[in-house]
T-cell receptor, first 113, second 113 residues
Framework: TQLLEQSPQFLSIQEGENLTVYCNSSSVFSSLQWYRQEPGEGPVLLVTVVTGGEVKKLKRLTFQFGDARKDSSLHITAAQPGDTGLYLCAGRRSGGGADGLTFGKGTHLIIQP | KAGVTQTPRYLIKTRGQQVTLSCSPISGHRSVSWYQQTPGQGLQFLFEYFSETQRNKGNFPGRFSGRQFSNSRSEMNVSTLELGDSALYLC????????????FGSGTQLSVL
């Protein structure tokens, strides 16, 4: 069983559309991060959320951490071809003491011109 | 500031062989962690090193090992390679603090034939 479930697994939309991807878990996380990975490269951190209910905006990207700190969402407004990539959520479990991040399997996003 | 450097970029081995991968972290970063990425399982935590000591280990067999040198450079070794070890191996470094962002290298793509 995957600790962090991401949905949808694949998403292909037209340029200019809006979209939301989700990251859900039954476990509580002390913090949650979102990464974007392009083919042939390592993941690049987009944002870290640490407080339940927190909302962070990064230009056209809006990240939300659930009140119970078990889930998160990423909303992209007016998607552009440059947003294409693999979006990964990753969390550090509360009280786990482990420094290793737990990653979801990711959402493959394709924005068609 | 130079990023995280991983060598080699690509590697082809046969079953039963062993392999060593190298990672040079960002200057000043003392924490180095390793992840395995496959299409089926996504990103999975292997281990983390800090100041030459293994701080945490993921759920991988003993064939996977690592070490860190006094200059913070790290190596991971996989012995008795299996077909299922084919994956992208990613190294990440981070600075001090629990929520310090991870900086990933571009990875080593290992193919086991």
């Amino acid at each position: 069983t995957q600790l962090l479930e991401q949905s949808p697994q694949f998403l292909s939309i037209q340029e200019g559309e809006n979209l939301t991807v989700y990251c859900n878990s039954s476990s509580v996380f002390s913090s949650l991060q979102w990464y974007r990975q392009e083919p042939g490269e390592g993941p690049v951190l987009l944002v870290t959320v640490v407080t339940g209910g927190e909302v962070k905006k990064l230009k056209r990207l809006t990240f939300q951490f659930g009140d119970a700190r078990k889930d998160s969402s990423l909303h992209i407004t007016a998607a552009q071809p440059g947003d294409t990539g693999l979006y990964l959520c990753a969390g550090r479990r509360s009280g786990g003491g482990a420094d290793g991040l737990t990653f979801g399997k990711g959402t493959h996003l394709i924005i068609q011109p | 500031k130079a990023g995280v450097t991983q060598t080699p970029r690509y590697l082809i081995k046969t079953r039963g062989q062993q392999v060593t991968l190298s990672c040079s972290p960002i200057s000043g970063h003392r924490s180095v962690s390793w992840y395995q990425q496959t299409p089926g399982q996504g990103l999975q935590f292997l281990f983390e090193y800090f100041s030459e000591t293994q701080r945490n280990k993921g759920n991988f067999p003993g064939r996977f090992s690592g070490r860190q040198f006094s200059n913070s450079r790290s190596e991971m070794n996989v012995s008795t390679l299996e077909l299922g070890d084919s994956a992208l191996y990613l190294c990440a470094s981070r600075g001090q603090g629990a929520n310090e962002k991870l900086f990933f290298g571009s990875g080593t793509q290992l193919s086991v034939l």
